[in-house]
């Protein structure tokens, strides 16, 4: 398993992962202050758009706009912080394992031509 720090000093971001490992991940950013989200004029249809869609919903159909806002504001929302596909790898000079070579040759066997 991977272990990570956060150095806020630096604000940087420690990984650590075993020989070998890789991880694919999806990386987002999140806004920095909730007030920066009146920024967005997407923020505005969004509100438009729920605000007409609860109107004719019962209840349990209905969209929660603070739930919405805080998806926003975690970096969860592709509209507003879109994710990027990140590949972690620890490197090692030579392979851990076998690889796995479909009509891999047999130690101690020659190679012989297919016929045609």
Do not use: C
């Amino acid at each position: 398993m991977a272990q990570q720090e956060f150095l806020q000093e630096t604000r940087s971001l420690d990984v650590r992962l075993a020989p070998g490992a890789i991880y694919r991940l999806r990386l987002s950013s999140k806004l920095r202050i909730a007030a920066d989200i009146d920024q967005f004029g997407m923020w505005e249809k969004i509100k438009s758009w729920v605000g007409e869609w609860n109107t004719d919903k019962s209840s349990s159909q209905q969209i929660s706009l603070e739930e919405v806002r805080d998806e926003i504001l975690a970096g969860k929302h592709w509209m507003f912080t879109p994710s990027r596909p990140l590949t972690l790898v620890h490197a090692v000079r030579t392979p851990m394992k076998t690889p796995a070579i479909p009509n891999w040759r047999s130690p101690g066997t020659s190679m012989r031509r297919r016929p045609r």
